[in-house]
C-alpha cells in the first residue's frame, strides 16, 4: 500500500473499535489503539502485532491520555484520529438516572474526546495535515426516551466538532460521523433483542473504513455518516 497512514483509535476493546481496528490493519495501515479493558488490549496486541500497537487506558482520566499522548507522538503525529470510545446509561427517565451514571457518560463521551484531542492535535496542528473523525450518533442528531444522557453527549459532539473545524488550519479536517445503527452491546442495552436485526460490527466496518479513510479537507466541518 502507497498510502499507509497511522490511525489512533480509541474504544477498541468494543465492538465497533474491535472491527475497525481489524480492517484498517488488513489494508496496511498502522492502528495506535486504546481500551481499559487489558483483556481485549492484550488480545488485539496478540492478533495483530507489530507496527501495531495497543494500550490500556481511560479516556477519561487526562493524566492517563496525556501520558499514552506521549508515546503515540514519540513517532510523529497521528494521520487520523479517530475518537470511538463512548459509553450509554442505563436506560430510564432522565430523574431516574443516578448521578455516578451521567458523569461517567459525560466523562468518557465528552471529557475523554477532549483530552484525546487537547494532547494530539497541537502536533498535527504543526504540521497542518490530518483527519480528526469524531463518533457521534443518530442520537446527536435526534432523540429518544430514556437516553437523554448519551443523547446530550452526541449533541455536545457534533457541536464541538463543528466549532473545532472552524479554528484547524487548511489542510486539516475535523467531522462528526454517525455510524449508523449496529449490533453491539451498546444497542442492545437500548433496543433489547432488538438489536440482532442490524449489521454486525464487522460488516459495518467493511463499509465504514473505507469511507472513513476517504475523509479529507474537502470534507472538513461538514456532518458526515456511514453510507448504509
Not at 497542518?128 to 448519551?150: D, H, L
Request: overall charge neutral; hydrophobic content about 40%.
Amino acid at each position: 500500500m502507497t498510502d499507509s497512514r497511522r490511525i489512533v483509535l480509541t474504544g477498541v476493546g468494543r465492538g465497533l473499535g474491535q472491527a475497525m481496528a481489524s480492517r484498517f490493519a488488513a489494508l496496511g495501515h498502522t492502528v495506535i489503539g486504546c481500551s481499559q479493558s487489558p483483556e481485549r488490549v492484550q488480545e488485539l496486541s496478540a492478533r495483530l502485532g507489530k507496527p501495531h500497537r495497543f494500550d490500556v487506558v481511560n479516556v477519561a482520566s487526562e493524566p492517563q491520555v496525556g501520558e499514552w499522548a506521549k508515546a503515540v507522538l514519540a513517532e510523529g503525529p497521528p494521520d487520523l484520529v479517530i475518537n470511538n470510545a463512548a459509553v450509554i446509561n442505563k436506560s430510564g427517565p432522565l430523574w431516574e438516572v443516578e448521578v455516578d451514571d451521567f458523569d461517567w457518560v459525560i466523562d468518557v463521551n465528552i471529557k475523554g474526546v477532549f483530552y484525546v484531542l487537547r494532547h494530539l492535535l497541537p502536533a498535527m496542528v504543526r504540521q497542518r495535515k490530518g483527519t480528526i473523525v469524531n463518533f457521534s450518533s443518530g442520537w446527536g442528531r435526534s432523540t429518544s426516551p430514556e437516553v437523554a444522557p448519551y443523547c446530550a453527549t452526541k449533541f455536545a459532539i457534533e457541536g464541538l466538532t463543528l466549532a473545532l473545524a472552524q479554528e484547524l488550519p487548511d489542510g486539516m479536517c475535523a467531522v462528526p460521523l454517525n455510524p449508523g445503527i449496529i449490533h453491539t452491546d451498546m444497542l442492545q442495552s437500548a433496543f433489547g433483542s432488538g438489536a440482532a436485526s442490524y449489521p454486525k460490527p464487522e460488516q459495518w466496518a467493511d463499509r465504514a473504513v473505507p469511507y472513513i479513510l476517504g475523509l479529507g479537507p474537502r470534507d472538513n466541518g461538514r456532518p458526515a455518516s456511514v453510507p448504509s
